[in-house]
């Protein structure tokens, strides 16, 4: 493992800086209903202050002042597009999914998906996609956490979901959640280890996965291990999932109480948890992540990429990651929105080429503002 917090250090803003050292082991024994390698990474008491939004620093090089396309929504989490341009977006603690239009406004309530457990920690109604020939099908897809598990159900607007892949554990914390259609039309799945981490690199187990699915929710039987949905293993909670312009598919997951990650997925290989956090390879078992981040400076959930660059909601670290993507290396992560809004969770890749990005701040680990959570729009991100 190799600590690269050197350069992200020297714009760290000072008050909350200080106290982000010790809470790396701290936030394990401090009371909390969650365990402390939740999405928050660590709680401390610099966390919890509101100051960090407000504090003046100067900016790292900003591409574009965000608009908003939307407010006052509840633990937004996953964004689809239409083919229109309008978005879906699911509230997480509300089971609601919103139409958002295309050019921003008030958002329309266009379903409550039934048997979501909206009280269920860091689960809830979750990832979102839309079907790839949703011209003629209309199908839409949504994971959720139910009283019994983490599944993924299909349906039209308004109609009755039907349950296609289910029997993923679910806890309080790390339920995954992210959704994504490939360029190969396959279903791709980012799942948590639900707070075992022994699931991680249990073959068996749909847990610590990035999962890939028929549209159907049936196996492909181009999967690397026969008859598993499992794409990849070895991971903590993946909640982000981008394919780049040659089909690559990238995905951040949060860390324990140190080495956030983001990986270059490859068909069954090996990404290393719980054996390994971070930078190593356990002797060439495993795959080493292209980026790590310290907890605290990021918890990255969604991911999405515009032209050449990777762009990754950070929680705990309230900023937007940017990541240069070249081939199969990255450049050094710039921070964007750094501290202005709050929890960032899910950028999402619009079709007209700008990049939408939710706030989180409404999720039990923020402190809200009269308009959170927000849909931010970066025009030229
Ligand atoms: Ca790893």
């Known amino acids: ?67 908003t396309i939307a ?31 295309e050019g921003g406004g008030t958002p329309k309530v266009a379903m409550r998906v039934p048997g979501v457990k909206t009280d269920a920690g860091e689960g809830g109604l ?62 791709y799945v980012g799942t948590g280890d639900a707070g075992d981490m022994s699931n991680a690199q249990n073959r068996r187990s749909p847990n610590g996965k990035i999962l890939r699915l028929n549209p159907s929710g049936s196996i492909p039987s181009s999967n690397p291990f026969r008859g598993s949905p499992v794409w990849s293993l070895g991971h903590r909670n993946v909640q982000g999932l981008a394919f780049d312009k040659s089909g690559r ?11 956030d990650e983001v990986n270059l997925i490859a068909k069954g290989k090996n990404y290393g948890w719980p054996e390994v956090e971070g930078r190593g390879t ?6 080493s992540p292209k980026v790590v981040w310290r907890t605290s400076d990021s918890s990255p959930s ?3 990429i515009v032209g050449s660059n990777l762009f990754v909601g950070a929680l705990a670290g309230r900023r937007l990651w940017k990541v240069p993507l070249k081939g199969t290396s990255v450049g050094k992560p710039q921070k964007l929105l750094d501290g202005d809004y709050g929890r960032l969770r899910s950028p999402a890749a619009a079709p ?4 939408w990005v939710t706030t989180s701040n409404r999720d039990g680990r923020g402190s809200p503002t009269g308009d959170d959570d927000r849909i931010l729009r970066l025009a030229g991100p």
């Not at 509840?74 to 083919?83: D, I, N, S, T, Y």
């Not at 598919?249 to 080495?259: H, M, R, S, V, Y």
């Not at 356990?282 to 795959?287: E, I, K, P």
């Open 1 to 67: 493992m190799v600590r690269r917090s050197t350069a992200l250090a020297l714009t760290l803003l000072g008050a909350s800086s200080v106290a982000a050292c010790g809470s790396d082991g701290a936030a394990s024994s401090a009371a909390a209903p969650q365990a402390p390698n939740a999405e928050t990474a660590p709680r401390t008491a610099a966390e919890a202050t509101p100051a960090a939004t407000s504090a003046p620093t100067a900016k790292a090089a900003q591409s574009s002042t965000p608009s």
């Open 71 to 101: 407010k006052k929504l509840q633990v937004p989490w996953g964004v689809a597009f239409l083919p229109g341009g309008d978005a879906l977006v699911s509230e997480r603690t509300t089971g609601r999914i919103l139409r958002v239009p």
């Open 126 to 187: 979750l990832g979102l996609a839309v079907s790839k020939s949703y011209a003629k099908d209309k199908l839409v897809y949504a994971y959720f956490t139910s009283s019994r598990d983490n599944r993924i159900v299909r349906f039209k607007l308004g109609g009755t979901p039907k349950v296609i892949f289910s029997g993923i554990e679910s806890a309080q914390i790390h339920n995954g959640g992210r959704l994504a259609f490939g360029p190969d039309g396959k279903l």
């Open 249 to 259: 598919l990238w995905a951040p997951e949060f860390g324990q109480n140190t080495f």
């Open 282 to 287: 356990g002797g060439g078992r495993f795959v």
């Open 302 to 304: 969604g991911a999405a």
């Open 352 to 355: 007209d080429g700008s990049l």
